[in-house]
């Protein structure tokens, strides 16, 4: 049986939004989404308050991750990830 990747969602309909972007550029990865799915982009009082508001980077834990459960999480998505950054190129 061949794998189609987009036999469920084209790659057109798909928009990918790294974090690392978002984080730094907010305002242009923002207007890339409002682009992509065809919707006005906000006035700039729309965006003043947009950009005002906090972004979450990280999760509320408090204690780092163990290396031994990063190391854990990192084998079992290696496969997935790889295959992800095939598709994204």
Same mark, same amino acid.
């Given at each position: ?47 003043? !308050? =947009? /950009?005002?508001?906090?972004? #979450? ?5 408090? $204690? @780092?991750? *163990?290396?031994?459960?990063? !190391? =854990? /999480?990192?084998?079992?998505? #290696? ?5 992800? $950054? @095939?598709? *994204?190129?």
């Amino acid at each position: 049986m061949t794998h189609r990747n987009d036999r469920y969602f084209p790659k057109e309909q798909l928009l990918v939004v790294r974090s690392e972007g978002y984080y730094t550029q907010q305002k242009s990865s923002l207007a890339t989404v409002f682009d992509f799915v065809g919707v006005e982009p906000p006035t700039d009082d729309q965006w003043k !308050q =947009m /950009l005002a508001q906090p972004v #979450a980077k990280e999760g509320r834990h408090t $204690d @780092a991750m *163990l290396p031994e459960t990063r !190391q =854990m /999480l990192n084998a079992f998505y #290696a496969p997935y990830t790889a295959r992800l $950054d @095939a598709l *994204l190129g």
